[in-house]
């Protein structure tokens, strides 16, 4: 009678330790899939810090390329105060859009592939009215403001940031 109780226990023993065994391969399973969303994430926010310096490069460049020229901006367009504002009737993303590609008005280069932007961000120049108060003469002598508007794109193709400045170039023209 003792043997067959023996018998009864181990295996009994034996699907107590499959459930152990089915409940550490569970928990394993959950940390793995938890560690690969969280490396998914970091991943697509230096993506999102990527596309973002780069289309603060093509700010910059944008305001270089504007500080360069003698007169107004070959290719700037005339902004206005109206909705909707001339940068989102056209599309950043290629030549016939009306932008410019990052370099090709100072002359300035930015790495892109393996791990950097996919692309050359791209940028679009406005000249906006002055309409401060003032004299003919005076607004002559004032600034002339115009605005930029970047777009930059990330390692990945679908990551993009756009940004957009307000720059002031002292003098008239």
Do not use: C
């Amino acid at each position: 009678m003792s043997r067959h109780h023996t018998t009864s226990q181990q295996g009994a023993t034996l699907i107590v330790t499959l459930f152990m065994l089915v409940l550490v391969m569970l928990l394993g399973a959950s940390a793995a899939r938890l560690a690969l969303q969280d490396e998914r994430a970091a991943r697509a926010d230096r993506d999102r810090q990527l596309a973002m310096q780069a289309a603060e490069a093509a700010l910059r460049d944008a305001e270089a390329a504007i500080e360069l020229a003698k007169g107004a901006i070959t290719g700037a367009l005339a902004g206005t105060d109206d909705d909707p504002p001339a940068w989102a009737a056209l599309a950043l993303e290629g030549p016939a859009a009306g932008s410019s590609e990052f370099g090709s008005m100072t002359g300035q280069s930015l790495q892109t592939g393996n791990g950097m932007p996919s692309r050359l961000p791209r940028y679009i120049i406005e000249h906006l009215p002055d309409n401060r108060p003032g004299t003919a003469a005076d607004i002559a002598k004032a600034a002339t403001v115009y605005r930029v508007t970047a777009i930059g794109y990330g390692a990945g193709e679908h990551t993009r940031v756009m940004l957009q400045s307000i720059y002031r170039r002292a003098g008239g023209a």
